[in-house]
């Protein structure tokens, strides 16, 4: 007679435990998740040498100072090997202008909205600075195939009082091969400018495209082009970036000027 009752009581425990488990897929989100792509882990560095690339002149200046209270040395003593230290740098065969900091720049956005440019210490690191251009991303990549070298110059106003370094200017008039193309406006990364530097991270040079489903479904494509610029700093009121040809590396493919007038 006991018997009965030990069979009915696993059958009522088996019914109650299937109940639970409709639960995660409606508390995970129902619709929502299903058509955007997996984000993957933000791995980026936060970009190490920000400080010491804005203050050059400034660490230049504090040395000098230094050594101009030591005594006075004979010339034999203190002299550098200078041509040695050209032709360690490389020399003219891999583009590099002597003196300048060598970044990473990529240019990229959907096909009918703006083109943004990220520049990056190196490839897996935060941009130090992205600007959005008024101009799609399909004229300027076609402009730059058909003229061979664009020239973008970027004016802002100088005011007396500000102190503001240069790269953090937030809106600038630009200006591509002297033409207005209006204004460009300096923006911090979003989660998706992130991710798709975290998608380019492996890549140094090149250019591509990027599928919708690992970016935006809604936008369609992404298309970007990334190359080695070199960050000449004029003063603290100029500086030039030049892209690097891959293919011929003495000469620029894109100029990019800095100045506040």
Not at 115 to 142: C, G
Not at 172 to 185: E, H, L, R
């Amino acid at each position: 007679m006991t018997q009965p009752r030990q069979s009915r009581t696993p059958t009522a425990a088996e019914s109650r435990s299937p109940s639970p488990s409709p639960s995660p897929p409606t508390s995970a989100g129902a619709g929502d998740p299903i058509h955007s792509p997996p984000r993957v882990p933000i791995t980026l560095l936060q970009p190490s040498q920000r400080k010491h690339q804005s203050r050059p002149a400034k660490l230049f200046r504090t040395v000098r100072s230094a050594f101009r209270s030591f005594p006075i040395l004979t010339p034999v003593t203190c002299r550098l090997p200078h041509v040695a230290l050209h032709r360690s740098g490389g020399g003219p065969r891999d583009g590099h202008i002597h003196g300048a900091i060598r970044t990473t720049g990529t240019l990229f956005g959907h096909f009918k909205a703006r083109i943004n440019l990220a520049i990056q210490d190196n490839p897996r690191s935060v941009p130090i600075l992205l600007l959005e251009l008024a101009v799609p991303t399909a004229k300027f990549l076609q402009d730059m195939r058909s003229t061979g070298h664009l020239r973008v110059a970027l004016e802002c106003e100088k005011k007396a009082a500000d102190k503001t370094p240069l790269l953090e200017e937030p809106m600038w008039t630009a200006f591509i091969n002297s033409k207005n193309i209006g204004y460009a406006a300096r923006r911090e990364p979003t989660d998706s400018d992130l991710h798709v530097m975290q998608l380019l991270h492996a890549i140094s040079m090149g250019a591509g495209v990027l599928p919708g489903d690992m970016t935006d479904p809604v936008d369609g494509e992404l298309t970007y082009m990334r190359a080695h610029f070199d960050r000449v700093v004029g003063s603290k009121d100029s500086e030039t970036f030049y892209m690097l040809n891959p293919d011929e590396k003495t000469s620029s493919e894109l100029s990019i000027f800095f100045v506040r007038i």
